[in-house]
T-cell receptor, first 113, second 112 residues
Framework: GNSVTQMEGPVTLSEEAFLTINCTYTATGYPSLFWYVQYPGEGLQLLLKATKADDKGSNKGFEATYRKETTSFHLEKGSVQVSDSAVYFCALTPRPGRRALTFGSGTRLQVQP | NAGVTQTPKFQVLKTGQSMTLQCAQDMNHNSMYWYRQDPGMGLRLIYYSASEGTTDKGEVPNGYNVSRLNKREFSLRLESAAPSQTSVYFC???????????FGDGTRLSIL
């Protein structure tokens, strides 16, 4: 079956530090890959996505590259801010079909001023 | 800009009580989903509806029922609530295959 593995948190960084949150996946075929972010007390918001190998998704300074050879989709940001403190979820959906998402367990990021 | 709307936002139930969680989307999406979120476990799929008139079980369907009332609305029912169903419940919707899911703000449910 499909699965997503994320690094355990919490990840605690100082403002302006470099961020990497690792994500690896297991899936048949060619899944679409997503990063969602959940701010305290809110629902999940799509942060970025990639639908095929070597695609790079980017948004709000965050980036992730779909690496089929290593089955990875690591999230990176060059300089984090306090406002980036949230829980980040890596997820995939297989293709074709309107299938549901398979989520990783989430990684909590805490950015200190 | 409503997107996906869930009601209620919070609810406390006693063991054995029943309850229906409501979800409505205004984006004309075909597919809708119910997830539960538990600490350290990410989100797990309870039920989904690929289109109006169809529903299918997800990863953790036991103790729940769903109704796809029309294209907009997808409700989740707990017939006899148990403490193990204490969780945060999220509804989501999407349209075509490649598009991302849109999530509601969640319902925080506590069962005593």
């Amino acid at each position: 079956g499909n699965s997503v593995t994320q690094m355990e948190g919490p990840v605690t960084l100082s403002e302006e530090a470099f961020l990497t949150i690792n994500c690896t996946y297991t899936a048949t075929g060619y899944p679409s890959l997503f990063w969602y972010v959940q701010y305290p007390g809110e629902g999940l918001q799509l942060l970025l996505k990639a639908t095929k190998a070597d695609d790079k998704g980017s948004n709000k300074g965050f980036e992730a590259t779909y690496r089929k050879e290593t089955t990875s989709f690591h999230l990176e940001k060059g300089s984090v801010q306090v406002s980036d403190s949230a829980v980040y979820f890596c997820a995939l959906t297989p293709r074709p079909g309107r299938r549901a998402l398979t989520f990783g367990s989430g990684t909590r990021l805490q950015v200190q001023p | 800009n409503a997107g996906v709307t869930q009601t209620p936002k919070f609810q406390v139930l006693k063991t054995g009580q029943s309850m229906t969680l409501q979800c409505a989307q205004d984006m004309n999406h075909n597919s809708m989903y119910w997830y539960r979120q538990d600490p350290g476990m990410g989100l797990r799929l309870i039920y989904y509806s690929a289109s109006e008139g169809t529903t299918d079980k997800g990863e953790v369907p036991n103790g729940y029922n769903v109704s796809r009332l029309n294209k907009r609305e997808f409700s989740l029912r707990l017939e006899s609530a148990a403490p193990s169903q204490t969780s945060v419940y999220f509804c989501a919707s999407k349209d075509t295959q490649a598009q991302p899911q849109h999530f509601g703000d969640g319902t925080r449910l506590s069962i005593l």
